[in-house]
């Protein structure tokens, strides 16, 4: 007790050990969410929509709807969303799967020219052969019938998905009494989660606003070049860039090769210049910086946590990689004094921060502006709830915070 008692004097060796635990305890931690990632990411993703359709039923509370309606409201909202997206990228597969095998010949053909190419360049036909098999068409058949059958377990994910929505839109119906005690014993913890919510709120309106507008520039360029498909690349588009820095290389290369197939290699190559010049344009310098900016978190940052979560959480982890280290920057690095200068690395700004006590007192109240004492970055804050709404709605929760 006297190694890991906070404020008491410690030796080199005692630090060290405490340092081993904590490590060993962090391990311990990842296993278990690797172990249970089937069942932590479809919960966190229904935290996260909650939370972002939370303002529309306070909206709705506002204007003198019953909780329990707005409630209900706003979660046919989220079901309806989600309910379109699984529609739009099972139409595409479908899609994909009954064009594909029309382009049987130009494979072949395309196979023919390559490997006299090779020969040209003095590879013998054995060698050319035996390189070129690893490019089988009959391949890219059976990955896309992979997919096809794999939409069963996407609609148990999405049936899953569906009844932890509902769970937490019902739990988060009336937060006031939860979360007058949170802010009571914990003040940091509370404008911590309060905090959260805002920025992962920010965080996928961005992302969807951005998603949009670079869909609909990728069909016009495929409708440019008169690529196949046309509708289902612009769908695989949108969702692809969900997935922070690599999410537009997952949605370049399947139209690049039916480009390929169906064009020649100049449309090929003109798609990837056009996708590549678009897609880098608003991922690599335009969305970091709003993103940012309405966050708090750097492009290294999301890069590094793109991998740590993918690794832990398989493709859901691409997707949640930014909502998932909000949420533990918030949690362990934004409600202690001694480990909030560490935001700094995340891409956060300590600028005009107090430090403030180590450990408040079990009866303060806490100020008006935590939530905002602990957003890194005050060049973007929230807008103020108007005046009305505050009075009418009561129950504002402790994700919902009245911004001075």
């Excluded at 050990?17 to 962090?26: C, E, P, V, Y």
């Excluded at 360049?121 to 059976?142: E, H, K, V, W």
């Excluded at 992979?146 to 899953?160: H, K, N, P, Y």
């Excluded at 890194?376 to 994700?399: H, I, M, V, Y």
């Amino acid at each position: 007790m006297t190694i890991l008692s906070v404020g008491t004097p410690r030796s080199g060796a005692a630090q060290g050990i405490r340092f081993l635990i904590i490590g060993a305890a962090a391990v311990i931690c990842m296993a278990g969410v690797y172990y249970t990632r089937d069942i932590v990411s479809p919960v966190f993703l229904a935290i996260t929509l909650v939370l972002t359709a939370r303002p529309m039923v306070r909206w709705l509370n506002s204007r003198g709807v019953p909780r329990v309606l707005s409630t209900f409201i706003g979660m046919i909202a989220i079901f309806a969303v989600l309910l379109a997206i699984l529609l739009a990228v099972s139409y595409a597969l479908l899609q994909f799967a009954t064009e594909i095998p029309q382009f049987a010949d130009q494979v072949q053909t395309l196979y023919s020219h390559a490997t006299a190419w090779l020969t040209s360049l003095g590879i013998s036909p054995q060698a050319s052969s035996s390189f070129l098999a690893n490019f089988d068409f009959t391949r890219l058949l059976g990955f896309v019938t992979g997919l096809l059958s794999g939409i069963a377990g996407v609609g148990t994910f999405f049936f899953t998905l569906l009844l932890f929505v509902a769970f937490v839109a019902i739990d988060l119906i009336d937060t006031t009494e939860r979360g007058a005690a949170l802010t009571a014993t914990q003040p940091r913890l509370g404008a911590a989660l309060v905090d959260f919510s805002w920025r992962v709120r920010q965080y996928w309106l961005v992302n969807t606003i951005f998603a949009l507008a670079v869909a609909i520039i990728d069909v016009a360029i495929l409708s440019w070049l008169h690529v196949p498909l046309v509708l289902t690349w612009g769908i695989l588009s949108f969702v692809t860039s969900y997935i922070p820095n690599i999410g537009f290389i997952i949605g370049m290369v399947p139209p690049a090769i039916i480009a390929l197939l169906d064009q020649g290699w100049e449309t090929m190559v003109l798609l990837l210049i056009s996708y590549t010049a678009v897609n880098f344009t608003s991922d690599m310098l335009i969305q970091p910086k709003v993103t940012g900016d309405a966050v708090g978190l750097n492009i290294t940052a999301t890069f590094v946590s793109l991998l740590f979560w993918s690794l832990l959480l398989g493709p859901m982890g691409a997707i949640l990689a930014v909502p998932l280290t909000l949420f533990f920057k918030c949690i362990l690095l934004d409600t202690e004094s001694r480990t909030r200068w560490m935001s700094i690395f995340l891409g956060g700004d300590l600028d005009g921060l107090a430090p403030g006590p180590a450990a408040p007192p079990d009866d303060a109240s806490p100020e008006p502006d935590d939530g905002a004492a602990l957003r890194t970055d005050k060049t973007d804050p929230p807008d103020p709830a108007p005046a009305d709404e505050s009075a009418a709605d009561p129950d504002p929760g402790p994700d919902e915070p009245n911004h001075p």
